[in-house]
Every structure is written in C-alpha cells, then in structure tokens.
C-alpha cells in the first residue's frame, strides 16, 4: 500500500532539500534523480529502517513524498520527515485511495499513525 504524506499549507521543498533531508537522516539512503519531462517525480528513493526498506518517490511542484514500507518504518519515515520541517507546519498523511489518514502535529507518535491508519499485520508492506 502506498502512503501519501503533503504539507497542509501552501509552501514546497525543492528536490536539493529533499535530498538534504534524506541523507541527513538516513546516510545509507539511496537516491536518484528523476529527470522526465513532463513528469511529477523528482527523486526516487530507498532508506533502510528497522523493519524494512521504504521505498519512494518525492514529487516536484507539490512536495508530495510518496512511500511504501512496513507500516511502523513508514510512520517512523513520515515523523522523521515532520520533525525536520518548520515548527508549526501540519502535515496530512494518508493511505492509498484516501481511505485513512491522520493529521500529524508534533505530538503524535507512531502508534498514533498505526492505528489510523490500520493494522500493521494486513497493511504498508512491500510485496
């Protein structure tokens, strides 16, 4: 299942920052460039975390950072991502087809995000 995760105001990283963010927080990312014209990727990427590798894209134009992975490294992926941006700046993470979602905000956890967006044994693995 493919996680979305976009800022809720109208403000964008550019694909430089994006990739700052990446290898700041996960070293051994790895990280393409996207060059297609006429295309909304930007940067293709892998990150190791705990449990799995998350896998994504971020879109150029929109700061959309879309994502797959185990359920708990996505959501360790989209806080790590938070936490990084300006204090203040919401963020509206939601599974594919807009069918769940969670407003993050400074406090929320992990397991915040687990339970809206369902059970980590059915769903955001990569198969």
């Given at each position: 299942m493919?996680?979305f995760?976009m800022?809720?105001?109208d403000w964008r990283?550019?694909e430089q920052?994006?990739?700052?963010?990446?290898?700041?927080?996960?070293?051994s990312a790895t990280?393409k460039p996207?060059?297609?014209p006429?295309?909304?990727?930007a940067?293709d990427?892998?990150?190791?975390?705990?449990?799995s590798?998350?896998d994504g894209?971020?879109?150029?134009?929109s700061?959309?950072?879309?994502?797959?992975?185990?359920?708990?490294?996505c959501?360790?992926?989209?806080?790590?991502?938070?936490?990084?941006?300006p204090?203040?700046?919401?963020?509206?993470?939601?599974?594919?087809?807009?069918?769940r979602?969670?407003?993050?905000q400074?406090?929320?956890t992990?397991?915040d995000?687990?339970?809206a967006?369902?059970?980590?044994?059915?769903?955001?693995t990569?198969?």
């Amino acid at each position: 299942m493919d996680y979305f995760l976009m800022g809720r105001e109208d403000w964008r990283l550019t694909e430089q920052e994006f990739i700052q963010f990446l290898v700041s927080q996960w070293p051994s990312a790895t990280i393409k460039p996207v060059d297609v014209p006429g295309g909304s990727r930007a940067v293709d990427f892998r990150v190791p975390i705990s449990e799995s590798l998350v896998d994504g894209h971020f879109n150029i134009g929109s700061s959309t950072v879309v994502f797959y992975g185990a359920l708990r490294d996505c959501a360790e992926f989209a806080l790590q991502y938070q936490a990084t941006m300006p204090e203040g700046k919401p963020f509206l993470l939601f599974a594919e087809g807009y069918s769940r979602s969670i407003e993050l905000q400074r406090e929320t956890t992990a397991e915040d995000i687990i339970k809206a967006l369902g059970d980590e044994s059915k769903c955001g693995t990569s198969e």
